[in-house]
């Protein structure tokens, strides 16, 4: 091998954990956030803003669960499916992904509006998030298939299988 191939780094497994460093990023962010938005909008949180009702405000929790749910069954089914493919399951993961990220940063109006719209963008994102679960995972999978590193793995316990009798090449 030549001294510059072992230099080469692989990033290919950027490319699949993109995603899922940005949804665990926004998932904490949204978390952190919630309780500056309580000092920031405390008349919306102790309710006694006009349309800030309790389960408005813990609508935060599960509209990106019932998102991501619906990410994972929904586009997870129609990447396996001829077609569709895992390729435009990862271009409806990152748009999905893209728009309620965008729909998060721009909420804006009265306290009531700006808390519909964040779990609207929260389950937006979800789908998105749960749709690169399930396209990632089986790409990741498939890429270490494909390298040396797994064939050499299998062939550890080869020597041992055969009486102990390790052969070197």
């Not at 993109?18 to 309780?35: C, H, P």
């Not at 405000?57 to 089914?77: C, D, R």
């Not at 309620?100 to 609207?120: D, E, K, R, W």
Request: proline share 4%.
């Amino acid at each position: 091998n030549p001294p510059s191939a072992k230099r080469k780094i692989d990033l290919s497994w950027v490319i699949d954990g993109s995603g899922m460093f940005t949804e665990a990023f926004v998932l904490f962010a949204v978390g952190q956030l919630r309780t500056v938005w309580a000092l920031a909008y405390p008349e919306c949180f102790d309710y006694s803003y006009p349309g800030c009702t309790k389960s408005l405000l813990n609508s935060f929790s599960f509209a990106q669960a019932a998102g991501i749910i619906f990410g994972m069954l929904v586009v997870g089914y129609l990447a396996g499916r001829p077609g569709f493919g895992r390729m435009y399951g990862s271009i409806t993961a990152a748009t999905a992904m893209l728009i309620g990220a965008i729909m998060l940063v721009c909420a804006s109006g009265n306290p009531s509006q700006i808390f519909t719209i964040i779990p609207v963008g929260l389950a937006v994102f979800g789908v998105g998030s749960g749709s690169e679960y399930t396209c990632a995972s089986v790409l990741a999978a498939e890429r270490s298939e494909a390298t040396n590193l797994h064939k050499s793995r299998g062939q550890e316990g080869q020597g041992m299988e055969e009486g102990g009798r390790h052969h070197s090449h």
